[in-house]
């Protein structure tokens, strides 16, 4: 898998601090999964969590260490295999794009909500639109990130295939379209608190009166 | 926050002196015997500093001890996975007390594995050389972080200290969300440039 899309460094920043709101670190996670490049940049951001955290100030600790036994299993842990799509990912989605649930939003378009931790405010959603539809020009809010999982589309910024990710400034204008023969299935998060409103509400606005 | 800040201004470290290759060895005990002494030394050093973050992040005294005590567990439950070939013992446990704090704190899911979970580059065994350079860079990164701009370091401080997200700092500060991004993007070039010039 070519990636020639890459998510900005604030964002990886965010992730190393473990201060990324869910939806968007499940998109992030997601292109960390197949991206070298951006897991050895995040690497480096971790560098300064560390820093960060060995110049906290001690609280002193009123217990003792936990009590621990040998067991016999603790020694069958062992690494994952390298996975194309995070593990939390293909449990929600039960790892079938052609089994899910689609809803129709719009000519063209479907979107599927991935439902999120009790505690995780913003919305995180599958997209699919078919072979060669054209959306309405949209903007996207600083906190939203999309990558594409299938398929592939074309914008001002380029053509987003496979693991590519879309981590826009505000100010972004763009008018994407769906690969003419494969179409497009994208994973889809922002931060805002009430669910599917943002980009997504935005750009399908005209198509369908959502 | 303004302790940390100071301490890291003065390029000083607010705990008693320790060497991080002893770190690693410890936890290689923990991983490779099982050493439950190895596993108290890791406590008493670990277990107060990953009390102070959670407290930091928003836990109350009880809270962060408790947590202080599950990460050190998960420590001695998944020691197996650590190597110190693929970094130090701190950034390992820095990363089960982050996720951690996710699960807890934030009742939500931690989407990035541990960082060994998938590590394909860290194959080679590092030479003794390259472990210096390790340190360095801790060094340098630490030196680095005490000459940012106080603009800078405000963003990076709530960012990996006080665990808030981008819009949430934007929020605080009151500035713009692409304000806040683009201080933590010179933060980052600053941290890395250094970085890369030890290598």
Same mark, same amino acid.
């Given at each position: 898998?070519?990636?020639?899309?890459?998510?900005?460094?604030?964002?990886? @920043?965010?992730?190393?601090?473990?201060?990324?709101?869910?939806?968007?670190?499940?998109?992030?996670?997601?292109?960390?999964?197949?991206?070298?490049?951006?897991?050895?940049?995040?690497?480096?951001?971790?560098? +300064?969590?560390?820093?960060?955290?060995?110049?906290?100030?001690?609280? #002193? $600790?009123?217990?003792?260490?936990? =009590?621990?036994?040998?067991?016999?299993?603790?020694?069958?842990?062992?690494? !994952?295999?390298? &996975?194309?799509?995070?593990?939390?990912?293909?449990?929600?989605?039960?790892?079938?794009?052609?089994?899910?649930?689609?809803?129709?939003? =719009?000519?063209?378009?479907?979107?599927?909500?991935?439902?999120?931790?009790?505690?995780?405010?913003?919305?995180?959603?599958?997209?699919?639109?078919?072979?060669?539809?054209?959306?309405?020009?949209?903007?996207?809010?600083?906190?939203?990130?999309? +990558?594409?999982?299938?398929?592939?589309?074309?914008?001002?910024?380029?053509?987003?295939?496979?693991?590519?990710?879309?981590?826009?400034?505000?100010?972004?204008?763009?008018?994407?379209?769906?690969?003419?023969?494969?179409?497009? +299935?994208?994973?889809?998060?922002?931060?805002?608190?009430?669910?599917?409103?943002?980009?997504?509400?935005? &750009?399908?606005?005209?198509?369908?009166?959502? | @926050?303004?302790? $940390?800040?100071?301490?890291?201004?003065?390029?000083?470290?607010?705990?008693?002196?320790?060497?991080?290759?002893?770190?690693?060895?410890?936890?290689?005990?923990?991983?490779?015997?099982?050493?439950?002494?190895?596993?108290?030394?890791?406590?008493?050093?670990?277990?107060?500093?990953?009390?102070?973050?959670?407290?930091?992040?928003?836990?109350?005294?009880?809270?962060?001890?408790?947590?202080?005590?599950?990460?050190?567990?998960?420590?001695?439950?998944?020691?197996?996975?650590?190597?110190?070939?693929?970094?130090? =013992?701190?950034?390992?446990?820095?990363?089960? =007390?982050?996720?951690?704090?996710?699960?807890?704190?934030?009742?939500?899911?931690?989407?990035?594995?541990? #960082?060994?979970?998938?590590?394909?580059?860290?194959?080679?065994?590092? !030479?003794?050389?390259?472990?210096?350079?390790?340190?360095?860079?801790?060094?340098?990164?630490?030196?680095?972080?005490?000459?940012?701009?106080?603009?800078?370091?405000?963003?990076? @401080?709530?960012?990996?200290?006080?665990?808030?997200?981008?819009?949430?700092?934007?929020?605080?500060?009151?500035?713009?969300?692409?304000?806040?991004?683009?201080? @933590?993007?010179?933060?980052?070039?600053?941290?890395?440039?250094?970085?890369?010039? +030890?290598?």
């Amino acid at each position: 898998m070519k990636i020639t899309h890459h998510l900005d460094d604030s964002t990886l @920043m965010s992730c190393a601090a473990g201060s990324q709101p869910e939806a968007l670190a499940a998109v992030v996670s997601s292109h960390l999964a197949v991206c070298p490049r951006c897991r050895a940049e995040l690497r480096e951001h971790t560098l +300064i969590g560390e820093a960060l955290f060995d110049a906290l100030e001690p609280e #002193p $600790v009123v217990r003792e260490a936990p =009590a621990v036994q040998v067991r016999a299993g603790d020694a069958t842990v062992r690494a !994952d295999a390298a &996975m194309e799509l995070p593990r939390e990912l293909v449990a929600a989605l039960e790892g079938r794009f052609d089994e899910i649930a689609w809803r129709r939003a =719009a000519p063209g378009v479907w979107h599927f909500p991935v439902t999120l931790s009790e505690g995780a405010k913003g919305d995180l959603r599958l997209l699919k639109v078919s072979p060669g539809t054209k959306l309405p020009e949209h903007g996207h809010g600083g906190s939203e990130l999309t +990558i594409v999982l299938d398929g592939a589309y074309s914008d001002e910024f380029g053509t987003f295939r496979r693991g590519d990710v879309a981590d826009l400034g505000d100010d972004a204008q763009h008018r994407p379209i769906a690969d003419p023969k494969q179409g497009c +299935i994208c994973l889809a998060a922002s931060d805002a608190k009430p669910r599917f409103t943002g980009w997504i509400a935005r &750009m399908l606005q005209p198509l369908a009166g959502i | @926050m303004v302790q $940390v800040l100071e301490s890291v201004r003065a390029n000083r470290h607010p705990y008693p002196v320790k060497i991080p290759r002893a770190m690693s060895d410890l936890l290689q005990k923990v991983a490779q015997s099982r050493d439950v002494e190895a596993f108290r030394k890791l406590f008493e050093l670990y277990g107060p500093r990953v009390k102070s973050y959670m407290m930091r992040q928003g836990a109350d005294p009880t809270l962060a001890e408790d947590l202080a005590q599950e990460t050190l567990l998960t420590v001695w439950r998944k020691a197996q996975l650590y190597s110190d070939e693929k970094g130090s =013992a701190t950034t390992w446990i820095f990363t089960i =007390a982050r996720n951690l704090r996710i699960d807890r704190l934030r009742r939500e899911v931690a989407w990035q594995p541990l #960082p060994e979970n998938r590590d394909e580059e860290a194959s080679d065994a590092p !030479d003794p050389e390259e472990q210096v350079t390790e340190r360095e860079r801790r060094d340098k990164v630490r030196a680095v972080l005490a000459t940012l701009p106080a603009d800078q370091s405000e963003v990076v @401080m709530l960012s990996y200290v006080e665990g808030l997200s981008h819009s949430e700092i934007a929020e605080r500060l009151g500035l713009p969300l692409g304000t806040v991004k683009s201080r @933590m993007r010179l933060a980052y070039q600053k941290v890395k440039e250094a970085v890369e010039d +030890i290598r």
